[in-house]
C-alpha cells in the first residue's frame, strides 16, 4: 500500500507531541511493508530516512489544470500579524495576534507555474503556508502514485482535502487534539471550521483517545461510524537508566509541558502549596512554556514558593530525559489531554507518574494514579503518597514498566493498515 501521508512537522524539527506521533506512526507503519510518501512544508535535511520525504519548498505547481484553479479559488486564508502556534490557548491568542480574513490571493494567469517557500515553523504567516501548502498537496497528488491520502491534524487536512480533489483516492484524518482541548469553549473559529472540513471531507476519521472520539463526534458531528480509536504508544518500551544525579537532597516532583490552559499549570502549583504545607523538604519543578508562564510565577510568589518552586523554561533533547531522571514524581494535570505521551516517557525513565482522569492516555496506563484536575487535594495526597511510600512509589515503577512494553508502534500501525485496507477495497 503506499500511503500519501501529509504533516506540518517530524522530528527531530518538533514542537510537540505531533512530530514525535508522526515519526512513530511512520516507523509502524514501515515495519508492517507500507510505502510512505511523507510531505513536509520544509525538509531540514537530517530527518531519520524512514520514508520517501518530499519537500513542499521544492514543489513546483501548474496553475494551467483547472482542478488546480478551483481549489486555489475556494481557499481562504488567515493572515496573522504575530506569533501564533496551533495550541495557543484563548488568552494568548488574544493577547499575540490581530487576524483578518481575506479571499483568495489573486493568481497572475500570465504564469503558468510557481515554487512556494516554506518556513515550516508556526509563524506569522501560518494561515497563508496553510492554504499554499494545500496546492502544493495538489500537485504531489497528481505525480506521485498513491492508494491512500493520510493527514495529521487541522494544518494538513486542506492540504489531504484538495489531495483528494486531484487523485480521488480516499482520506484518512488523523485528529491529535481538538479546537476544543486547546482552548476551551472559546474556539478560534477558523481552526475549527478547518478542523470540521477535514473530518467531514474525510472517509474516514482516526482519533488518538475514546476521549477525542466524543468530541468529534459531538462538537463536530462526524458520523460514529466513521471514526475509530488508535492510542499513541512509545518508540522504546526499555527502561531509560541515567546516570544524573541530583544536586539537592530534597524530593522532585516535576510538571513538563506547554504551560496553557489545556495542560492545567495552576492546579500543579495549588497542590504544590498543599504538599510543602505538609513536608517543606520538597522541591517543585514547572519545565516548559506558554502564555500562563507569568502567572505561574506571580502565584508561586503569593504562595510563598520561591524557594521551592523552580522555573526552567522550554526544553528539549538531552535535557528533557534529565528532568525526567531526576524526578521522584511526574505530574500531568491536563483540563484536556487528547492522549498526552509524556507520562510515558516519565515511566521509561522509572518515574511513577499522577495523571489527570480527563487526558487519552488515562485509557492505555492503568498503573498509574488518576486524579480529576480540579482536584488539588486528591493531587496533593497523590504526590506526598508517593514521595513518602516507598512501596507504592516502587509498585507503580514496576507495573508502569511492564505495561509500557504493551504500547508498541507496530500494534497501533496494524490496525491503521486494517483502516487503509477497507478504504482501498471499498473505492470504485
Known sequence: MKVLMFGWEFPPHISGGLGTACYGLVKGLVHHKQEIIFVVPKLWGDEEPLADFVNASDVVIDYRERKFKKIWKNLTYLEVSSFLVPYLGPEEFKKYTDYAMHDRMDVDESVFSNKFEFSGKYGKDLMKEVSRY???????????????????DWLAYPAGIAAKEISGKPLVAHIHATEFDRSGETVNQPVYDIERAGMLAADHVVAVSHLTRKIV????GVHPDKVSVLH???????????????????????FLGRITFQKGPEYFVEA???????DPNVRFVMAGSGDLLNRMIERVAELGMGTKFHF????????VDDMYAISDVYVMPSVSEPFGIAPLEAVRHNTPVIISKQSGVAEVLRNAIKVDFWDVDAMADAIFGLLHYESISK????????????LKWEHVAAKLVTV?????????
Not at 504544590?272 to 505538609?278: E, G, N
Not at 487503509?420 to 470504485?428: G, I, S, T, W
Open 312 to 319: 526552567t523554561g522550554f526544553l528539549k533533547g538531552k535535557d
Open 232 to 254: 499513541n504508544a512509545v518508540l522504546d518500551a526499555s527502561i531509560i537508566k541515567s546516570d544524573v544525579r541530583k544536586k539537592v537532597p530534597e524530593k522532585i516532583v516535576t
Open 217 to 220: 463526534i459531538e462538537k463536530y
Open 395 to 406: 509498585m507503580f515503577k514496576e507495573l508502569g514498566s511492564e505495561e509500557l512494553k504493551k
Open 272 to 278: 504544590a502549596k498543599k504538599v510543602i504545607d505538609r
Open 420 to 428: 487503509y485496507d477497507k478504504l482501498h477495497k471499498e473505492q470504485p
Open 134 to 152: 494545500a496546492l502544493v498537496a495538489a500537485q504531489i497528488a497528481k505525480s506521485k502514485e498513491h492508494d491512500v491520502i493520510h493527514a495529521h
